[in-house]
């Protein structure tokens, strides 16, 4: 029985590590490609801007960063489950809720 725990914990581990990397990777490319506004304060001359570029890039982006964030909340679920199986339930319900 203590096998199957360790080959659970192990498999979970490896899940929250991939989805941590992969949506931090994600999100930081996403971040990186994101357009910057000379004058932000000036609405039209922005949304001028968002207009110009014809609005496709901005929704692949946006859906990019949406995966991102979909995959690290998948990983601070799974480590919530592997500090509840290891025992310390009080930090898991912390990042329970930094999940939610």
């Known amino acids: 029985m203590a096998d199957v725990m360790e080959e659970r914990i192990r498999s979970i581990q490896r ?3 991939f989805c941590f990397v ?3 990777i994600l999100l930081s490319i996403t ?3 994101y357009p910057t506004f000379p004058e932000v304060n000036r609405t039209n001359l ?3 801007q968002i ?3 014809r609005g496709e890039s901005w ?3 946006h859906a990019f960063m949406v995966v991102g964030f979909f995959l690290v909340t998948v990983g601070f679920s ?3 489950f592997l500090l509840h199986l290891k025992g310390s ?3 898991a319900s912390f990042v329970a809720t930094s999940a939610l």
């Open 15 to 17: 899940s929250a590590g």
């Open 22 to 24: 992969l949506g931090s």
């Open 31 to 33: 971040l990186f490609v």
């Open 46 to 48: 922005v949304l001028e």
């Open 51 to 53: 207009t110009k570029s």
């Open 59 to 61: 929704m692949q982006l």
């Open 78 to 80: 799974a480590l919530a």
């Open 89 to 91: 339930s009080g930090s």
